[in-house]
C-alpha cells in the first residue's frame, strides 16, 4: 500500500457537458449545514445556479439522459418514529425477526433496538471518533451471523467482522485496515452485493484528493472484499479496488437487476449519484460532476451542494432514495433501467439532517437522523430512526 502524499490545494475549472438532456427539479430555499460533515467554507456557500454547463434552479437537481417517470413519484409518505434519544446512528441493520441493530459514531457503541427499546451489545472500544469519523457503517452477512462494522481507529479506518447470536455481539476481529483516516471524508457505506462479496465506500481524507486516483490506495475509492477481508475474485486491479476517482462516498445500493449505484459528496458545486462499473474512474480529483473527457464516468444525477450532501442510499419500491445531510430531505429517484427521472424531495426540513436509508425486513423504508452531533448544531435534538410507508 503507497503511503499518503502530502496535501495539496486544488485548483480547477469547470468542464463542459456532453449530456443530451437536463431535467430541473424545483424546491424550496436550503437548510443551513453545521459543523460536521462539513466543506471547505466555499463549498458551504456555494451558489446555485449555471456551473460547468449544467443548468439548475435553486435547490435544483439535473439528470443525464432520457425523461423517465416512476410508477407512484412524489406520492405522500407516511412516517412513524422507531427508536428515538440515539446519538448519531449512522449505520442500521435490519434483523429478520424485525429487530434493528444500530451503530452510533461518536459513542463508539452498538445497540440494538426492540419495540422501541435501545440496549447497548457492543461498544468498539479501539473507534477514534472526530470530525466525520469513527463507528460508521454496519452489515449483516445473508445468514445474519456475522455483522460487519466500519470504524476509524487511531491511524486507519478499518472493518471488523462481529459472530451475532440474536443477543450478543463476539468480540470484533480485524479483517481489512490501511483504509485511508482524515478529519473529514472518511467514507464508511458497507452493503452486501448479490455475488455474496462486501463493497466498501471509502473517501481520500479531505487532505489528500490524489488518493482517489491511485489504484493502490483504499482512498476515494468503493472497494469489493470477501468476508475475510481479501480481495474478492475478479476485481479489476488484484487488489481489494473495484470502482476509484471517488471524493467520499457515503451511499451504496443495489437495484432489482443487481447494478450497484452510489451517492457521493462533492467539493464547492455537484454532489453525485453515479451508476458503479468495474473498473470505473469517477474523475476525482480532476473532475467536480460530468465532464466531456471520455476517460471518467459520468454521474447520472447532479445536486448543488447545498441541496444533497449525500450519505444513505437505498432502493425501494423500484426506486433509489438518497438521504441528504446539509439538503436536510429524503430524495426519491425514479428509475427506469439505468435512466433516472426528474428526483422528487420529501420531508424537506422537517427533521434535520439524514444519514441513513435502508429497508426494513418488512418492506418499509427505514431512515436515520444525524442531528445530535455535539457540534454547536442548532437543531441538536436526540436522533431517531424513521419507518417509511406509502
Not at 290 to 301: L, T
Not at 367 to 383: A, F, H, K, V, Y
Request: proline share 6%; net charge neutral.
Amino acid at each position: 500500500m503507497t503511503a499518503l502524499r502530502k496535501s495539496r490545494r486544488l485548483v480547477r475549472s469547470a468542464a463542459p457537458v456532453t449530456s443530451a438532456l437536463l431535467l430541473l427539479a424545483a424546491c424550496t430555499n436550503p437548510v443551513s449545514e453545521p459543523s460536521a460533515d462539513t466543506r471547505t467554507a466555499s463549498a458551504d456557500s456555494s451558489p446555485s445556479g449555471t456551473t460547468a454547463g449544467r443548468s439548475t434552479t435553486p435547490g435544483g437537481a439535473s439528470t443525464t439522459g432520457r425523461t423517465t417517470t416512476s410508477a407512484r413519484p412524489g406520492t405522500k409518505l407516511a412516517i412513524n418514529v422507531v427508536a428515538k434519544d440515539l446519538a448519531v446512528p449512522w449505520g442500521v441493520v435490519p434483523l429478520t425477526d424485525g429487530s434493528l441493530l444500530a451503530s452510533e459514531r461518536d459513542t463508539r457503541r452498538i445497540v440494538h433496538i426492540e419495540n422501541g427499546k435501545v440496549s447497548t451489545v457492543r461498544t468498539i472500544d479501539q473507534t477514534d471518533p472526530g470530525g466525520e469519523g469513527g463507528l460508521l457503517g454496519l452489515l449483516a452477512s445473508k445468514d445474519q451471523r456475522t455483522i460487519f462494522a466500519y470504524y476509524t481507529a487511531a491511524d486507519d479506518n478499518r472493518i471488523v467482522a462481529m459472530s451475532w447470536d440474536g443477543r450478543q455481539l463476539g468480540e470484533p476481529r480485524v479483517i481489512l485496515s490501511g483504509i485511508p483516516k482524515g478529519g473529514r471524508h472518511d467514507g464508511g457505506r458497507l452493503a452486501l452485493g448479490p455475488d455474496g462479496y462486501l463493497y466498501v465506500g471509502t473517501g481520500e481524507t479531505g487532505n489528500t484528493p490524489e488518493l482517489a486516483q491511485d489504484k493502490e490506495s483504499l482512498g476515494g475509492k468503493i472497494l469489493r472484499i470477501t468476508a475475510d477481508g481479501k480481495p474478492a475474485p475478479g476485481n479489476p486491479f488484484d487488489n481489494p479496488v473495484y470502482s476509484y476517482g471517488h471524493r467520499n462516498v457515503e451511499g451504496l445500493a443495489f437495484d432489482d437487476q443487481g447494478r450497484l449505484w452510489a451517492s457521493e459528496f462533492g467539493a464547492n458545486t455537484w454532489d453525485e449519484l453515479n451508476l458503479i462499473t468495474k473498473g470505473g474512474n469517477y474523475g476525482w480529483p480532476q473532475v467536480e460532476g460530468s465532464s466531456s473527457n471520455k476517460d471518467f464516468i459520468n454521474p447520472k444525477v447532479v445536486w448543488s451542494t447545498a441541496d444533497a450532501s449525500p450519505s444513505g442510499l437505498a432502493f425501494w419500491q423500484g426506486e433509489l432514495w438518497m438521504a441528504a445531510l446539509r439538503g436536510a430531505r429524503l430524495w426519491e429517484i425514479p428509475l427506469d433501467g439505468t435512466d433516472v427521472g426528474k428526483p422528487v424531495a420529501h420531508f424537506q426540513g422537517d427533521y434535520g439532517r439524514l444519514r441513513t436509508v435502508v429497508v426494513a425486513s418488512d418492506g418499509s423504508l427505514l431512515l436515520s437522523t444525524s442531528n445530535r452531533d455535539g457540534r454547536g448544531d442548532p437543531r441538536s435534538d436526540d436522533d431517531k430512526i424513521f419507518r417509511i410507508t406509502r
